[in-house]
């Protein structure tokens, strides 16, 4: 108890430094959990941005190949007429028929019928004449070729490709790929275009599947050797968005590139990461969002920290009604000592002059040897309550009787504060209970009136009986106890406010002991308003066998036994 008072009396207490403390606490769990959550979206964006990345990667090596397979075919095929640049932009170029020696084999339709239609061609960019060889084209596919080819080769194709494939159909001509290479002369100034016509889904399955076949999309050292189709799905799209190859099923994923072949028809690919290879190329599993988490412990910790302030609150309120306590029963100890002391010292040093006076000396002395028993007995009681050691032995025993010795021994006591005390007994009332415990709850209840009751006021003290169940009450005829409070001045320490700064001494455990030993015998106690104004407060016990079979729950006035005792004067 010493950490919680200053000098003085007044209760101090650390609350505040460790509610400071707490805050703090949770100030820095909250910081941690933020800085967890930002690891975990960082780690999780950097696995995203890598798998994005061997999506690209897988693209750009499938174009990669894709190129590599056509400049080793198609790319040889047409590198007769345009590997060499012309030394003069007016040097004569060859015939188309030049090209059947290197190309005949290249990108042949897969029919013979839609074979015999392919021809070869020379666009001459100096003067923008077509010379073809072979089969003849409609006079609308060769405006759409030297229309195509004249566009395409200016504004498309590079010095630096050795090929280019260009995908269209000429209005009410069937689909058509064809496949040309520019022929240069110095100072890069394109000249001519040699190419050939053919299928336009030459470039198409075979192809692709050719390449995956032999190329690693993903470094085997990521993939630990799995195959291209158990890592990635690729899908082929034309420029008018039809699927020219694809990869068994694509599976719905948000890692996923794209990449252009703008050299064979401007084709595009897109590679999309497994869900199942995730966690390889990841190294694990992406972290999942940790928010909920993180807030659920967010949420206990600052539970924790309330549920502490508020212990801390309450240890703090705890401590000031223990000191509040101690204060009021230290002066209601030192009224009885003072007394027993100024009477016992007269009777000691021979001051009193006749038999009365010695008489009443040692009534005093009785008396407020009582009242400091009952108080003693009222803070033991009080003390085994709190820490669950209070042993009854209850027993059957008239109810009236009892009460009544009760009442006869604090007839002085009533005397002295000038009170009128009745009796109200229903006959035949027998209960269980010990016969201590049940004085000492008899005693608090009269001692709880005679202090908050107005002076020369009658306390009726009755038993009546309900069912198996023996009730004992006491009303007085104070102000009452209002219905808000009436659950509240059971507990330990509490005093109404109207009584908290009066000048009543009172230690605010007696009620508290009344409903302790109530309940311990299998009973309860709790507070009514008394029919004549002020409050009555009721206990209940077991019942016991009874001499009679009277059991009415509202007695009629001719089983009621009233007596009154007037004792004091200006009753």
């Known amino acids: 108890m010493a950490s919680y008072f200053r000098p003085g009396g007044r209760p101090r207490s650390h609350a505040m430094l460790l509610a400071t403390l707490l805050v703090c606490t949770l100030l820095l769990a909250t910081m941690l959990a933020y800085v967890a959550h ?3 979206r960082s780690h999780r964006a950097t696995a995203e941005r890598a798998l994005h990345d061997y999506a690209a990667v897988a693209a750009w090596e499938l174009v990669a190949g894709v190129n590599d397979h056509m400049q080793s075919t198609l790319g040889a095929a047409l590198a007769p007429m345009t590997r060499v640049r012309a030394t003069t932009p007016y040097e004569l170029l060859p015939a188309p028929s030049a090209l059947v020696a290197s190309a005949e084999g290249v990108l042949r339709c897969p029919t013979p019928a839609a074979d015999s239609a392919r021809f070869y061609f020379r666009i001459d960019f100096r003067d923008g004449s077509l010379v073809t060889f072979g089969a003849q084209p409609s006079a609308m596919e060769r405006q759409w070729l030297l229309d195509t080819i004249v566009s395409h080769g200016r504004g498309v194709y590079q010095p630096d490709w050795s090929y280019a494939i260009v995908l269209g159909a000429p209005q009410r001509a069937r689909p058509t790929a064809i496949a040309y290479a520019v022929k240069y002369a110095e100072h890069r100034a394109p000249i001519a275009a040699y190419g050939f016509s053919t299928c336009a889904d030459v470039i198409g399955a075979p192809t692709f599947r050719d ?11 990521v993939t630990s050797g799995a195959s291209n189709d158990s890592i990635v799905a690729i899908a082929v799209h034309d420029p008018a968005g039809h699927t020219v190859f694809q990869s068994g099923a694509i599976p719905a994923s948000p890692y996923f590139a794209d990449a252009r072949l703008d050299q064979a028809g401007s084709l595009t690919v897109r590679a999309t990461i497994r869900p199942h290879a995730v966690e390889l190329l990841a190294l694990g599993a992406l972290p999942e969002s940790r928010v909920p988490i993180l807030v659920g412990l967010l949420t206990l910790t600052a539970a924790m920290v309330v549920i502490t302030i508020m212990q801390l ?5 705890l401590s000031r009604l223990r000191s509040d306590f101690i204060s009021s029963v230290s002066h209601e100890l030192r009224t009885p000592l003072s007394q027993i002391l100024l009477f016992a010292e007269t009777l000691n040093l021979g001051r009193v002059r006749t038999e009365e006076e010695r008489h009443t000396a ?6 407020e040897g ?18 669950q050691m209070t042993r009854l032995g209850p027993e059957p025993l008239d109810l009236n009787q009892a009460v009544q010795g009760i009442v006869d021994d604090s007839l002085p006591l009533a005397s002295a504060n000038g009170v009128r005390l009745r009796t109200q007994f229903t006959p035949d009332v027998h209960a269980v209970a010990d016969p201590s415990a ?3 709850m008899v005693l608090n209840l009269l001692d709880n009136a005679l202090k908050y009751g107005p002076s020369s006021q009658t306390v009726t003290i009755g038993t009546s009986i309900k069912a198996d169940r023996a009730r004992l009450w006491v009303d007085d005829q104070g102000e009452g106890i209002p219905a808000r409070e009436r659950e509240r001045v059971w507990s330990s320490f509490y005093r109404l406010d109207r009584h908290a700064n009066s000048s009543v001494a009172g230690s605010g455990i007696g009620l508290y002991v009344v ?3 109530a309940r311990l015998h299998g009973g309860d106690a709790w507070v009514e308003d008394a029919p004549g104004g002020g409050a009555r407060i009721v206990i209940e016990l077991p019942g016991a066998a009874r001499a009679t079979g009277f059991t009415d729950e509202h007695p009629s006035p001719a089983n009621v036994v ?10």
């Open 562 to 571: 009233s007596v009154e005792k007037t004792l004091g004067s200006g009753v």
């Open 211 to 221: 390449v995956l076949s032999r190329r690693a999309l993903i470094p085997a050292a």
């Open 438 to 440: 049940l004085r000492q």
């Open 370 to 387: 009582r009242r400091l028993m009952h108080l003693v007995e009222n803070i033991l009681h009080f003390s085994r309550a709190e820490r």
């Open 515 to 517: 409903r302790e030993l």
């Open 362 to 367: 040692t009534d005093v002395i009785v008396q």
């Open 38 to 40: 930002d690891a975990a």
């Open 313 to 317: 609150r309450r240890e703090h309120e």
